[in-house]
């Protein structure tokens, strides 16, 4: 595969051409310092790569034409990765879209926890943060986007989680089990989801509640990490 990759939401056929934006094309002949007739991969974020060439040829708003010469169906990461989380403040959603899907998250689902402090609905601003996940896909060389979604209250996402038949764990300080002896219980191919809690942690009655739907109660280390970070040891962690 080619170094540069270039995002297209739709990756056409072996010998048709597809347009890219005016900014991936200045990135290109730019800062890469690419020329017509360079290969690059294309990605749609829904598992089609693409071996493309580039070419001078330009749109009138300054979009780039690139041929397919090679296509392919890329599998997803495997198993399935669900990183549920309570929404945290400022720009730190961002950080947390940016490296989870680094770290290789299948799924970003938000919940609304007790103590939150930021309701899962920031999340209809969804330009920019599928613009955020299509940046860290492409940085990550990865054929699949996360999904993120904005799951709802806790007690019911977990509930959902488990009908899918995902294995799911909170992340806690207190009467926890480390995180690989819990991973180490389960099949490779076994779905996982770990819950994250907002700043002033989950409740008790919350961490209860998760148990009793089936929950392992795991830890990440002996200190205590905002959402995002305990978010990316997550989704790396489940990878491991």
Do not use: N, Y
């Not at 290109?28 to 360079?38: E, H, I, N, P, Y």
């Not at 999340?123 to 599928?130: A, I, N, Y």
């Amino acid at each position: 595969m080619s170094s540069l990759w270039l995002h297209c939401d739709f990756v056409p056929p072996v010998g048709a051409s597809v347009e890219i934006s005016r900014d991936e094309a200045r990135h290109a002949f730019g800062a890469r310092r690419l020329v017509a007739g360079d290969i690059v991969t294309l990605f749609d974020g829904r598992g089609t790569l693409a071996q493309a060439r580039l070419t001078d040829q330009r749109t009138r708003s300054g979009d780039m034409l690139v041929e397919v010469v090679e296509c392919q169906q890329a599998a997803a990461l495997m198993p399935v990765t669900t990183v549920a989380f309570a929404v945290p403040k400022g720009d730190r959603l961002a950080t947390l879209l940016d490296m989870t899907t680094q770290a290789g998250v299948s799924r970003l689902v938000a919940v609304v926890c007790a103590r939150s402090v930021v309701d899962a609905d920031k999340l209809e601003r969804g330009e920019r943060w599928q613009r955020i996940l299509g940046e860290a896909t492409k940085v990550a060389k990865r054929a699949w986007m996360p999904e993120l979604v904005a799951g709802g209250a806790l007690l019911a996402v977990a509930k959902a989680e488990r009908a899918r038949g995902a294995a799911i764990a909170v992340a806690h300080t207190t009467d926890a089990i480390g995180f690989t002896a819990w991973r180490a219980t389960l099949t490779p191919s076994t779905p996982l989801t770990v819950f994250i809690g907002p700043e002033g942690g989950f409740e008790d009655s919350e961490i209860a509640a998760l148990r009793a739907l089936g929950a392992a109660v795991v830890s990440l280390g002996p200190c205590v990490m905002r959402v995002e970070t305990a978010a990316v040891a997550c989704a790396m962690l489940m990878r491991a």
